[in-house]
């Protein structure tokens, strides 16, 4: 089984290249399951229900976000909608699962593949440098406590490479996959892991890289000069997908290999 995940789809320069290039690595790479991480789709904050629909019209089948998910308010109808009628395409939204209880939606989704493979996707969020939420390691084991499907990708949206790769080996050899997204930068450190789970720190963002991760770069810039608040938006040039896919037995949910892309636009 073949998986690809897409790094973080930052406004609509990510958007047009996930337009551009997806079912082309579909068909080049033999995929049988896209996930992608959203939470900047819209403009940069957020994701609309409407974007939502749109990514998984293009072929994406589950959407992680983070930190960036309640950006846009109407969001949240949209994911208790989800909760409600798990056949709507809502349900394959996720929010990260170690939010405290009562937070709209849901961390877990449970699906099967067109191939009739079972799988499941957890989205995570770190705690190191972010705000304080439910511990993201002790939140993987109750879900792995629940899941049977051998299939198991794991988004761990966080800043610190340390919790990152702490999670990866906490996890080794229980999910398929272990992907870092947030820092919108792809790191050099994909690899399987001892017991079969595949890891990168950060997989990287499929946005407008002519820019601060994925903010015009003035405003960064004089952000870092004078201090002073500023309304932040989007960069627009030199856009690239990022991704890496994952090939594992369907039989055990064990990585083969992970391989990192990088297109430019
Ligand atoms: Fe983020």
Redesign the pocket.
Request: proline fraction near 0%; aromatic fraction near 0%.
């Given at each position: 089984m073949r998986i690809l995940f897409i790094g973080?789809i930052f406004g609509k320069p990510g958007r047009t290249m996930v337009r551009s290039h997806l079912r082309q690595l579909v068909a080049r790479h033999g995929i049988d399951l896209t996930i992608a991480n959203g939470?900047?789709a819209a403009g940069g904050f957020g994701i609309t229900p409407q974007i939502a629909e749109e990514l998984f019209e293009l072929g994406i089948e589950v959407i992680t976000t983070?930190?960036?998910v309640w950006d846009k308010r109407e969001l949240i109808d949209y994911l208790n909608a989800g909760l409600d009628e798990p056949a709507t395409p809502a349900r394959r939204v996720l929010r990260p699962a170690n939010y405290p209880a009562g937070t709209p939606g849901s961390g877990l989704y449970q699906g099967t593949t067109r191939g009739g493979v079972a799988y499941a996707v957890i989205n995570l969020q770190g705690r190191v440098f972010m705000n304080s939420i439910d511990d993201p390691f002790r939140t993987a084991d109750a879900l792995l406590a629940q899941i049977s499907s051998r299939v198991v990708i794991v988004d761990m949206?966080a800043e610190a490479t340390s919790e990152k790769i702490a999670l990866g080996w906490y996890l080794d050899g229980r999910v398929t996959a272990v992907i870092g997204?947030?820092t919108h930068v792809p790191t050099a450190d994909d690899r399987v892991l001892n017991k079969g789970t595949a890891y990168q720190t950060d997989v990287g963002m499929t946005g407008p890289w002519q820019g601060v991760i994925g903010i015009q770069t003035e405003l960064i810039i004089n952000r870092f000069l004078n201090g002073m608040p500023t309304r932040f938006e989007a960069a627009t040039g030199d856009p690239r997908l990022c991704a890496v896919v994952i090939d594992c037995d369907e039989q055990t949910g064990r990585a083969r290999s992970i391989e990192r892309l990088l297109i430019c636009g």
């Open positions: 973080d939470e900047n983070g930190n960036h949206h997204t947030h």
